[in-house]
T-cell receptor, first 113, second 113 residues
């Protein structure tokens, strides 16, 4: 089975712009979660989608949003980028059975200048 | 809120040495997960633990689910250079959904100079 894929792998944006990141989960996985990883804060949960519905949201401002499509692929969007949004954004998928085991993609490295 | 504390924060290994690290919390966890992250990549799931007292192995890696359910341990036997990386413990956020994990800040393994 192919693993979780994320595109693009690297992105450079300017403050104030917006960005959309994409994630394709492992085939058959319907739960997709997004995390932000920074040296200072570590891995922090952004949100989780299941069957096209946001099931849970972390403590991030409304500039961070996401969605999931009927094929379980997911996108996250960050509007009005700030310098502090520079981070590695990781997507993870889980199987439908309720397992907590999450499988991560390689991440998208976002740099905001 | 829930927090996972990992120790040590960093350690140096010499090939052939055994390595131990742990993860503690003031809250009870029902699942413990151990991940390894290499530079520029997403975390890779190593071991999942579901029952207090459980001891699970994956090759040279052995992890234990603490009896109090507030801690977990990871041991690496006969370390090799490719063991270098950052090891994270994780557990489900209390009251959160399947895809909402809390992560420790990691234990960084480096090679002894």
């Amino acid at each position: 089975k192919a693993g979780v894929t994320q595109t693009p792998r690297y992105l450079i944006k300017t403050r104030g712009q917006q960005v959309t990141l994409s994630c394709s989960p492992i085939s058959g996985h319907r739960s997709v979660s997004w995390y932000q990883q920074t040296p200072g804060q570590g891995l922090q949960f952004l949100f989780e989608y299941f069957s096209e519905t946001q099931r849970n949201k972390g403590n991030f401002p409304g500039r961070f949003s996401g969605r999931q499509f009927s094929n379980s692929r997911s996108e996250m969007n960050v509007s009005t980028l700030e310098l502090g949004d520079s981070a590695l954004y990781l997507c993870a998928s889980s199987s439908t059975g309720g397992s907590y085991e999450q499988y991560f993609g390689p991440g998208t490295r976002l740099t905001v200048t | 809120g829930q927090q996972l504390n990992q120790s040590p924060q960093s350690m140096f290994i010499q090939e052939g040495e055994d390595v131990s690290m742990n993860c503690t919390s003031s809250s009870i966890f029902n699942t413990w997960l151990w991940y390894k992250q290499d530079p520029g990549e997403g975390p890779v799931l190593l071991i999942a633990l579901y029952k207090a007292g459980e001891l699970t192995s994956n090759g040279r890696l052995t992890a234990q689910f603490g009896i109090t359910r507030k801690d977990s341990f990871l041991n690496i036997s006969a370390s090799i250079p490719s063991d270098v990386g950052i090891y994270f413990c994780a557990g489900p956020h209390y009251g959160g959904s399947q895809g909402n994990l809390i992560f420790g800040k990691g234990t960084k393994l480096s090679v002894k100079p």
